[in-house]
């Protein structure tokens, strides 16, 4: 049996993927998509959506409506301080997190 160990990863981190893209600056949803798809991290939009949802609920991220020259009315995604607080919190803990795991597999970045 084969086991898609990429996805498992993906899919414990990829908030945390959208809630820095929003660090930077709002963005909407379809912005969203192409970059985590063109990283990897999610395989369609409409994966996407769901994790927004969650993100919303949780009050790490808002939403807002812009109207856009190129087509209907744009909802924005934007970090708030509860978001900005949960990122910062899992970068203290991401590094030393995969510094251990590739002690333990025996992974050498040399």
């Not at 990863?9 to 709002?26: D, Q």
């Not at 949802?53 to 970090?79: F, H, I, M, N, W």
Request: include cysteine; hydrophobic fraction near 40%; aromatic fraction near 10%.
């Amino acid at each position: 049996m084969t086991v898609d160990v990429g996805a498992q990863l993906r899919k414990g981190v990829v908030e945390y993927c959208v809630l820095g893209l929003l660090e930077g600056e709002p963005m909407y949803g379809w912005q969203l998509s192409e970059r985590l798809v063109q990283a990897g991290m999610i395989a369609s939009i409409g994966t996407l959506y769901p994790i927004l949802s969650r993100l919303r609920t949780q009050g790490l991220a808002t939403a807002y409506d812009e109207a856009s020259a190129a087509g209907p009315v744009r909802k924005y995604y934007r970090l708030t301080p509860a978001g900005t607080t949960r990122l910062e919190a899992f970068r203290l803990q991401w590094g030393p997190f995969t510094a251990t795991v590739h002690r333990l597999v025996g992974e050498d970045d040399s």
